[in-house]
């Protein structure tokens, strides 16, 4: 028989790899950037394009962190999560269709 905080450590870690992949994700975003140029973005539509990637990860990466300390996907982590959906979807529409 297994123990009980076995299920428990397993999920703790795979949530922790989740957070530092995201973290890493975080990081070079941050510093070389996401690839994502889109020249004639200007004002809030710039602002949003140049940061809004970048905003996701950061955002997954807090989420992940959540689960990681709580070892179980919590209602907060989720919430942070759609929060990185919502963004994401913001960016998206900055980056393909505002004009």
């Known amino acids: 028989m297994t123990e009980p905080h076995s299920g ?16 890493l994700v975080t ?3 941050a510093t070389l950037g996401d690839g994502v140029d889109v020249r004639e973005a200007s ?12 905003l996701v990860w950061v955002l997954l990466t807090v989420a ?3 689960a990681t300390v709580r070892a179980r ?5 989720g919430a942070v999560a759609v929060a990185a ?15």
């Open 85 to 99: 959906g919502i963004v994401y979807a913001v960016f998206l529409v900055a980056v393909f269709l505002w004009r």
């Open 27 to 29: 990081v070079i975003f």
């Open 8 to 23: 428990r450590s397993r999920v703790r870690t795979m949530y922790g790899i989740a957070a530092a992949v995201a973290l």
């Open 43 to 54: 004002g809030l539509r710039g602002v949003i394009v140049d940061g809004g990637h970048t």
């Open 73 to 77: 996907w919590t209602r907060l982590a």
């Open 64 to 66: 992940f962190a959540i």
